[in-house]
């Protein structure tokens, strides 16, 4: 099983197109959770549809120090893992493609929402996702886009720019992928020593025991219960042999990324519980999302 690799915005155009087009966007590495989320695309766009894979490694999203140069570049077991999940195209483009005069003058900002949890840690991090994604979105062209939900605040200031900028693009979120242990599927995850691997598994612990906290009750969910019950599982693991570094947990509206008020019932409906971490030398960042005041919609 075999899918063309197109290398160039010429190439993309030149694509016979046919039915609807799903994009799913990665940076390569692919592993179970992009195949779940090609797999969503042929689901969307049906056996008459089109399913395009980008695989770009973009360098505007990584900050000095990050692991722009070490970060997995396997292409060739992408195309595999693509092909097998049901794509018709991936679309591997070369930076000097994507960014022909060099780093770009003009980029899209994503404002506060882009300045909150990950973009405090990664300053800049969201305004070089949005000019990447708002060029693929172009180039490509789609009906509709697939994010994971593993990367919620991506996801989000993705469909705010969406919305705010009159794309005529429908993006949807695909449920986090999980190992049989409750870690996230990443890339990253391929840099965890066995040691490092059982600390990262407080990062879904955490996230779990909250989502407990949330559902007990029958009254409004208490938001610092909720925090409190995570914050009981990462402490633990920081005294762990290797130790996790908390970066931050957050109990936020989805919306827009802002904390969730401490007094229960000031805010219902969805939110999202997020943690990010670093095991040795590996960042990684996990949530859950939940529903305040109602029934409980964790995945």
Do not use: C
């Not at 290398?7 to 016979?16: G, M, N, V, Y």
């Not at 992009?34 to 490694?57: M, N």
């Not at 991936?90 to 929402?113: K, L, Q, S």
């Amino acid at each position: 099983m075999s899918v063309p690799v197109l290398r160039t915005a010429a190439e993309l155009r030149a694509l016979p197109r046919r039915g609807r087009r799903a994009v799913v966007m990665t940076m390569g590495a692919l592993h179970e959770g992009h195949a779940g989320l090609v797999r969503a695309a042929r689901e969307r766009v049906g056996p008459e549809g089109q399913v395009v894979v980008t695989v770009f490694v973009n360098p505007l999203q990584f900050g000095a120090g990050e692991d722009l140069d070490r970060y997995p570049r396997t292409l060739d077991a992408d195309l595999v893992v693509a092909a097998e999940a049901g794509a018709d195209a991936v679309f591997a483009p070369p930076v000097a493609e994507v960014y022909p005069g060099g780093e770009p003058e003009v980029r899209v900002t994503a404002g506060p929402m882009g300045e909150r949890l990950e973009g405090a840690s990664r300053p800049g991090h969201f305004d070089g996702v949005l000019t990447v994604v708002a060029k693929f979105l172009h180039l490509t062209a789609p009906d509709v886009a697939l994010f994971g939900e593993k990367d919620a605040q991506q996801l989000a200031v993705i469909t705010r720019m969406v919305r705010d900028l009159n794309f005529p693009v429908e993006i949807v979120g695909v449920p986090t992928v999980r190992e049989t242990d409750g870690l996230a599927l990443s890339s990253r995850n391929r840099y965890l020593s066995p040691e490092e691997r059982t600390t990262a598994l407080a990062l879904s612990r955490a996230l779990f025991a909250g989502r407990d906290a949330a559902a007990r009750g029958d009254g409004p969910a208490d938001p610092e219960e909720i925090r409190a019950a995570a914050r009981a599982v990462l402490a633990e693991a920081e005294k762990a042999d290797p130790p996790l570094t908390v970066d931050y947990l957050a109990l936020v509206d989805p919306s827009d990324f802002t904390e969730v008020p401490a007094e229960p019932g000031a805010h219902t409906g969805e939110a999202v519980l997020a943690v990010a971490a670093r095991v040795g030398t590996t960042r990684l960042i996990d949530n859950v999302r939940l529903r305040l005041g109602g029934t409980e919609e964790a995945r």
